[in-house]
């Protein structure tokens, strides 16, 4: 079923899991660091390994829309990118999102300019959080290849019917190269059923997708879209479930790791929970009582499965890779909000580190844990920490 | 002629494709435009269009005028939806066992096409999708209230570049869009306008049957841009061809060919002076406009390889 682990490079296997679902259409435009994932694909194309439109479209905003046009037709649809890239296709994220198209992207998350800096962190992904996109991030290249697959049969699912983002780090996992268990045409192709829609641009059929909508019906549509975009955890647990019973490889809207019963837990989003990891691993060698949480699901945003991995700690300590500038950082903000619904709240530090590439070791984990701590015990939980920055 | 005229309306079909009962201006000549050019593409067609008058005119939700599959997103990236449009049912023909002749069509104003929808515009042309571009050019931003465009002409007020006493309205010549579709080495470039139905329906059919991509760019009149009566939109669509201020050619791989040949212009001020939008002109900007037409018109000629006009 499936074949023995090969060492491969992040991005290559990304592609080989949009050839494996034999993706129709691919419209992207080059940006680091995503651009090793197009280019993979590009090549199959190139060499008929995989049969597909590749179109090299003149701008991310044009490779979105170019996107719109294959999914509305009933093509199965791929792109990536990064940074820059995913901000160029902000707005016409949103029209993928409210117009129920279920393309797929992977996004190797980079920082945002200015200054111009290639290299990774989560600002990108942060900037389009409420895109009504189906958001996730993995820790390595083994999770990307499986929430590629996954992606597609969640997003093309009749009950769901949205577009999918995987944020895989830019650098950090996209360009390693790691063994990663494949798996084989046929499994692939008995796994994920074939993207079919009812309504799609037919001329036997003809409907009208993208009508204007004036105040007495806007506020309806954006329910609606909201609505779909929360019950689609339901087929998002299904689907991983299936996965994880083919696999062996399982997945949870909220991942946790060595975490139950401590008195201080760690959350992380992406691969930089891998150092986290180790560092937790030495902490608890050492006595002490700190745990890892980490954000797999990140729209829908499951409120209720992260208030019952965190509540039952004193202090929580949230890394963020992206800054919000004059205000909380993204992920501790949510969690912060979480938290506030439920009866027992932690006290929660905010932290934000490891911006445009800068490395985050197990052993600054250490420190900012160690960080955090001194933060609530000394009542400063408002204030967010940037970690390992001079001034 | 008299003869001609009452026959070739019977060759057009009575098939409408998109529907009456949309919210058009009275008198609009672009919603005409759009429908002469619905009937020469038939049934088989997707449509992308940008946001803009025509999209915000004929579909808001619940309803919509549109017989035929229509999708809208964006203003700038009609042209790249229209590329996944065709993409896509290139990959499902050769996959999935999609066996339909469609024709896809992108179309937008004038700023959706020579502003900010150029760059996914020339994009698409340069990738060659098989596909026709439509331009219905009126002049300005109508749809947000008659705003300036690369294609407003020279001394036309605008909301946004109106005449003042230190300003004559637009200062700058109308971007040369046929030109640009044409320097991409497309096999069908062609211009109409909404006065002439049957120039419009005939361009279409050619166009479609372009392999590769085709563009066509249609002055389409706009009474309440342009300040003129609403009764007076087929004439004054007329008197641009007339004038020479926009004239009607085609460019067939490379090769210019003028469809309306006139023996003479018409003084500009004939066309100038039906509509509230040049009310401002003065003798002398009319002198330099009509000078700057006739030397434009002859550019055009020469390209066709007919003789110059005074």
Same mark, same amino acid.
């Given at each position: 079923?499936?074949?023995?682990?090969?060492?491969?490079?992040?991005?290559?296997?990304?592609?080989?899991?949009?050839?494996?679902?034999?993706?129709?259409?691919?419209?992207?435009?080059?940006?680091?660091?995503?651009?090793?994932?197009?280019?993979?694909?590009?090549?199959?194309?190139?060499?008929?390994?995989?049969?597909?439109?590749?179109?090299?479209?003149?701008?991310?905003?044009?490779?979105?829309?170019?996107?719109?046009?294959?999914?509305?037709?009933?093509?199965?649809?791929?792109?990536?990118?990064?940074?820059?890239?995913?901000?160029?296709?902000?707005?016409?994220?949103?029209?993928?999102?409210?117009?129920?198209?279920?393309?797929?992207?992977?996004?190797?998350?980079?920082?945002?300019?200015?200054?111009?800096?290639?290299?990774?962190?989560?600002?990108?992904?942060?900037?389009?959080?409420?895109?009504?996109?189906?958001?996730?991030?993995?820790?390595?290249?083994?999770?990307?290849?499986?929430?590629?697959?996954?992606?597609?049969?969640?997003?093309?699912?009749?009950?769901?019917?949205?577009?999918?983002?995987?944020?895989?780090?830019?650098?950090?996992?996209?360009?390693?190269?790691?063994?990663?268990?494949?798996?084989?045409?046929?499994?692939?192709?008995?796994?994920?059923?074939?993207?079919?829609?009812?309504?799609?641009?037919?001329?036997?059929?003809?409907?009208?997708?993208?009508?204007?909508?004036?105040?007495?019906?806007?506020?309806?549509?954006?329910?609606?879209?909201?609505?779909?975009?929360?019950?689609?955890?339901?087929?998002?647990?299904?689907?991983?479930?299936?996965?994880?019973?083919?696999?062996?490889?399982?997945?949870?809207?909220?991942?946790?790791?060595?975490?139950?019963?401590?008195?201080?837990?760690?959350?992380?989003?992406?691969?930089?929970?891998?150092?986290?990891?180790?560092?937790?691993?030495?902490?608890?060698?050492?006595?002490?009582?700190?745990?890892?949480?980490?954000?797999?699901?990140?729209?829908?945003?499951?409120?209720?499965?992260?208030?019952?991995?965190?509540?039952?700690?004193?202090?929580?300590?949230?890394?963020?890779?992206?800054?919000?500038?004059?205000?909380?950082?993204?992920?501790?903000?949510?969690?912060?909000?979480?938290?506030?619904?439920?009866?027992?709240?932690?006290?929660?530090?905010?932290?934000?580190?490891?911006?445009?590439?800068?490395?985050?070791?197990?052993?600054?984990?250490?420190?900012?844990?160690?960080?955090?701590?001194?933060?609530?015990?000394?009542?400063?939980?408002?204030?967010?920490?940037?970690?390992?920055?001079?001034? | 002629?008299?003869?001609?005229?009452?026959?070739?309306?019977?060759?057009?079909?009575?098939?409408? =494709?998109?529907?009456?009962?949309?919210?058009?201006?009275?008198?609009?000549?672009?919603?005409?435009?759009?429908?002469?050019?619905?009937?020469?593409?038939?049934?088989?067609?997707?449509?992308?269009?940008?946001?803009?008058?025509?999209?915000?005119?004929?579909?808001?939700?619940?309803?919509?005028?549109?017989?035929?599959?229509?999708?809208?997103?964006?203003?700038?990236?009609?042209?790249?939806?229209?590329?996944?449009?065709?993409?896509?049912?290139?990959?499902?023909?050769?996959?999935?066992?999609?066996?339909?002749?469609?024709?896809?069509?992108?179309?937008?104003?004038?700023?959706?096409?020579?502003?900010?929808?150029?760059?996914?515009?020339?994009?698409?042309?340069?990738?060659?999708?098989?596909?026709?571009?439509?331009? =219905?050019?009126?002049?300005? =931003?109508?749809?947000?209230?008659?705003?300036?465009?690369?294609?407003?002409?020279?001394?036309?007020?605008?909301?946004?570049?109106?005449?003042?006493?230190?300003?004559?309205?637009?200062?700058?010549?109308?971007?040369?869009?046929?030109?640009?579709?044409?320097?991409?080495?497309?096999?069908?470039?062609?211009?109409?306008?909404?006065?002439?139905?049957?120039?419009?329906?005939?361009?279409?059919?050619?166009?479609?049957?372009?392999?590769?991509?085709?563009?066509?760019?249609?002055?389409?009149?706009?009474?309440?841009?342009?300040?003129?009566?609403?009764?007076?939109?087929?004439?004054?669509?007329?008197?641009?061809?007339?004038?020479?201020?926009?004239?009607?050619?085609?460019?067939?791989?490379?090769? =210019?060919?003028?469809?309306?040949?006139?023996?003479?212009?018409?003084?500009?001020?004939?066309?100038?002076?039906?509509?509230?939008?040049?009310?401002?002109?003065?003798?002398?900007?009319?002198?330099?406009?009509?000078?700057?037409?006739?030397?434009?018109?002859?550019?055009?000629?020469?390209?066709?390889?007919?003789?110059?006009?005074?």
């Amino acid at each position: 079923m499936t074949s023995k682990r090969t060492g491969i490079e992040s991005s290559l296997a990304i592609a080989e899991a949009v050839k494996l679902a034999n993706t129709d259409v691919i419209a992207a435009y080059p940006i680091t660091p995503q651009t090793h994932i197009v280019e993979g694909l590009a090549e199959m194309v190139a060499n008929g390994e995989l049969d597909a439109e590749y179109i090299p479209v003149e701008s991310e905003h044009s490779a979105m829309s170019a996107c719109l046009g294959s999914s509305a037709v009933g093509a199965r649809t791929f792109t990536a990118t990064a940074g820059q890239g995913l901000i160029l296709m902000h707005e016409v994220l949103l029209v993928a999102a409210s117009m129920r198209l279920p393309i797929v992207m992977t996004v190797a998350n980079r920082a945002l300019s200015g200054p111009l800096n290639v290299w990774g962190d989560q600002s990108d992904a942060m900037s389009t959080r409420d895109s009504g996109w189906i958001q996730m991030f993995v820790e390595n290249g083994q999770q990307a290849f499986d929430q590629v697959i996954c992606a597609f049969y969640i997003a093309e699912h009749p009950d769901v019917l949205l577009p999918t983002m995987i944020n895989v780090d830019g650098f950090h996992i996209s360009h390693v190269i790691e063994p990663i268990e494949m798996l084989d045409r046929k499994t692939v192709d008995g796994f994920l059923p074939p993207y079919k829609r009812k309504y799609t641009l037919d001329p036997d059929n003809p409907v009208s997708m993208g009508c204007f909508a004036a105040p007495n019906i806007y506020a309806e549509t954006r329910k609606d879209l909201d609505a779909a975009l929360r019950d689609s955890r339901k087929v998002i647990l299904e689907v991983w479930r299936k996965y994880g019973d083919l696999t062996g490889r399982h997945y949870k809207l909220v991942e946790k790791y060595k975490a139950d019963n401590m008195e201080t837990l760690l959350v992380t989003a992406g691969g930089y929970s891998e150092n986290a990891m180790d560092a937790i691993d030495k902490m608890q060698s050492e006595g002490k009582k700190v745990g890892l949480v980490r954000v797999r699901l990140w729209r829908p945003f499951p409120y209720e499965e992260m208030v019952q991995a965190l509540s039952g700690a004193s202090n929580v300590i949230v890394l963020d890779r992206a800054i919000s500038l004059g205000g909380p950082a993204p992920i501790c903000s949510e969690i912060r909000a979480a938290l506030y619904t439920g009866d027992k709240r932690p006290q929660v530090a905010s932290i934000v580190g490891g911006l445009g590439g800068r490395d985050v070791s197990p052993a600054d984990f250490e420190k900012l844990v160690e960080m955090g701590l001194q933060q609530i015990k000394a009542g400063r939980t408002a204030e967010t920490i940037m970690y390992g920055v001079r001034e | 002629m008299e003869t001609l005229s009452i026959y070739v309306p019977r060759l057009v079909t009575k098939g409408e =494709y998109i529907a009456s009962g949309h919210r058009a201006c009275s008198g609009c000549g672009e919603v005409l435009a759009v429908r002469y050019v619905c009937k020469a593409l038939g049934r088989n067609a997707i449509i992308s269009m940008a946001t803009g008058c025509m999209e915000i005119i004929s579909s808001p939700l619940p309803e919509s005028a549109w017989e035929v599959p229509w999708i809208h997103t964006l203003f700038e990236n009609a042209s790249a939806v229209a590329s996944g449009i065709e993409s896509g049912i290139k990959a499902l023909k050769r996959k999935h066992g999609y066996t339909k002749e469609v024709k896809v069509v992108a179309m937008g104003g004038d700023g959706g096409t020579a502003d900010i929808g150029l760059q996914s515009l020339s994009g698409a042309l340069e990738r060659g999708h098989d596909f026709l571009y439509v331009c =219905y050019d009126n002049e300005a =931003y109508m749809n947000t209230g008659i705003q300036r465009s690369s294609e407003t002409p020279f001394g036309a007020s605008t909301t946004t570049a109106p005449a003042g006493k230190k300003s004559m309205g637009q200062h700058t010549w109308k971007k040369n869009m046929a030109a640009i579709a044409a320097a991409h080495n497309i096999s069908y470039v062609a211009t109409s306008c909404s006065s002439y139905p049957i120039d419009i329906m005939t361009k279409v059919e050619k166009a479609v049957k372009v392999k590769g991509p085709s563009y066509i760019h249609i002055l389409s009149v706009c009474p309440t841009g342009w300040r003129c009566r609403s009764s007076e939109t087929i004439k004054v669509g007329r008197l641009a061809v007339e004038t020479g201020i926009f004239p009607i050619y085609e460019i067939e791989n490379g090769q =210019y060919k003028l469809n309306i040949d006139l023996p003479y212009l018409r003084p500009v001020e004939d066309y100038l002076k039906l509509q509230g939008r040049y009310r401002h002109l003065t003798k002398e900007s009319i002198a330099e406009i009509q000078v700057k037409v006739v030397e434009e018109y002859n550019k055009v000629r020469q390209l066709a390889g007919l003789k110059k006009i005074k």
